[in-house]
């Protein structure tokens, strides 16, 4: 097994064949890095194949690695999974610190990427079902691995093909108090190609979704054999990490399917709440790009609660509806979704999945969000209900006592509203009586007077509104674009990379 920290380069102090540690003695050298160097050992009394962490004393003098140290076998034990690899034990001999880890045949992502190239979609996914359930019950044990890259993803043999193991939790970030106290303050944890924007702007924002950012850079780096970022100056990398534009996979490797562009795209996204609710959520979007015979094995791990199906299925239809099965690969009970070739406009896969990647529902925040959203259309209801009323209530008074003698009243006129003309009713002549002797003519009766209806004064028109053409997003990027670069030159000059 080589060493989960990177680099080949041997350390001065390599142990020798035979040499003893505790009750296991030392086989010959695996690999090295900068914390140290891993060793084939057996036990002595049992004669069990191990493999030993020994750090290295130049990082043993720093105050607090010895702490690190024992933490990471702290974590790694509380872990259980087939996929994270099993710490067994721990101590220190003549000045050697040292960790006791499972023996492991094979290579790290990172050697099969050199040795190959990159990978077919199906293949990539098949190594990163395991790994995604691995981190997630890292992160429901309280864990952020912090540090997931290729080197720390190892391909063991195993009897039925590749498993998968994630290693390597030295500077793993647990929901404790002293989790945060043994990296000095302005130290940078992690390799910088892999950290997420969240975790170069403030270390100690380091959560879940940073894990998840990892994972999407380094299915980035397997589809198409090269980082998302890379630059030979670190400021350039960090600004290109936080800027958040990365070329897309299929400008780099034409035959990726969109559908999968889309998923490793998402989990990279700059802004923590755009990216998959959970990492349980992204290995759901990664099913159906598996193969028929590793998708039926993890369907139950990354089953989703209803709460965050909404949210998956658009992932999902849009992966089915690009595989090389058709339309309804991928998709439970073989409903039919319209593609990107479909005549029907409203049916685009693309659309809906655009249209989650803005969402910011969280899986914990999902069911109040839509309790609020039925509260509100209730609340709406009633308020239009009870402004309705008003406004009749207010037109019938206008109507009945707003004029005088038959005349509109102005005030109504220039807001466009007339108020009913008053009809006069014309005058009955009164019945023909007899005129008696002597007595002067009865007078006809006068004619009626007609009343000329009301004119109506024409509406008067609201000036028109200029429409504003500054987004949200354009007003946050100007206010925040001279403190972020002055924090990205500050991240570059003061922190500390241990084998970069």
């Known amino acids: 097994m080589t060493d989960p920290g990177g680099t080949a380069d041997e350390p001065s102090s390599t142990l020798k064949a035979g040499t003893r540690l505790g009750k296991y003695e030392i086989i010959r050298l695996l690999g090295a890095g900068g914390m140290g160097a891993v060793y084939e050992a057996s036990h002595t009394e049992i004669g069990k194949r191990v493999a030993i962490k020994v750090l290295s004393p130049a990082v043993a003098a720093v105050p607090g ?14 872990v259980r999974h087939p996929n994270i690899v099993d710490v ?5 001999e003549e000045g050697q610190t040292f960790l006791v880890m499972e023996f492991l045949r094979g290579e790290d992502l990172s050697q099969r990427l050199l040795r190959i190239g990159p990978l077919t979609g199906q293949d990539l996914v098949d190594i990163m079902l395991p790994v995604c359930s691995a981190v997630v019950e890292a992160h429901q044990a309280g864990i952020t691995h912090r540090d997931l890259k290729p080197q720390n993803i190892f ?6 093909g590749t498993l998968p193991k994630v290693l390597d939790f030295g500077i793993s970030k647990g929901n404790d108090l002293q989790s945060g106290t043994l990296t000095g303050t302005g130290a940078m944890i992690g390799t910088p190609f892999y950290l ?20 999407g850079v380094i299915m980035y780096e397997c589809l ?13 990398v960090f600004q290109a990490i936080v800027a958040g534009k990365p070329t897309r996979p299929r400008d780099r490797r034409p035959d990726i399917s969109l559908p999968l562009q889309e998923v490793v795209l998402r989990a990279m ?21 598996a193969s028929a ?8 791990a990354f089953s989703l609660p209803p709460s965050e199906q909404v949210v998956a299925a658009v992932t ?29 406009p409203d049916a685009k896969s693309w659309d809906r999945i655009r249209a989650v990647r803005r969402s910011d529902v969280t899986p914990d925040t999902q069911d109040l969000y839509a309790d609020g959203l039925a509260a509100r259309a209730r609340r709406t209801k009633r308020i239009a209900g009870l402004a309705g009323g008003v406004g009749l209530g207010v037109i019938a008074a206008i109507a009945i006592f707003g004029g005088d003698g038959g005349k509109p009243d102005p005030r109504v006129a220039t807001v466009g509203v007339v108020a009913p003309p008053v009809t006069t009713l014309p005058e009955v002549p009164a019945a023909p009586v007899a005129a008696a002797t002597n007595s002067a003519p009865v007078p006809a009766a006068a004619a009626p007077v007609a009343v000329a209806p009301p004119v109506a004064a024409p509406p008067v028109a609201a000036p028109p509104v200029a429409p504003c053409t500054t987004t949200w997003r354009q007003s946050a990027a100007r206010s925040v674009s001279t403190r972020r670069s002055a924090r990205l030159r500050r991240a570059t000059s003061l922190h500390r990379w241990n084998g970069f």
Request: a negative charge; zero cysteines.
């Open 269 to 289: 996204d700059v802004d923590p709440k755009l990216r998959f609710p959970s990492t349980k959520a992204l290995g759901h979007a990664l099913l159906p790009f």
């Open 155 to 160: 391909l063991a043999a195993g009897p039925h």
């Open 293 to 300: 015979r590793v998708r039926p094995i993890w369907e139950e």
């Open 65 to 78: 690695a010895r702490a690190r140290f024992l933490r990471e076998a702290q974590l790694t034990s509380s």
């Open 88 to 92: 067994t034990d721990m101590g220190s």
């Open 224 to 236: 198409t054999g090269t980082r998302p970022f890379e630059a030979e100056n670190l400021f350039v």
């Open 316 to 344: 999902q239809a849009a992966a089915g509806a690009d595989s090389a099965e058709g339309p309804t690969a991928g998709v439970p009970g073989g409903t039919k979704i319209l593609g990107p070739e479909s005549p029907d």
């Open 196 to 215: 997420a924007p969240e975790q170069i702007m403030d270390t100690r924002s380091a959560g879940p979704q940073s894990d998840q950012y990892a994972l």
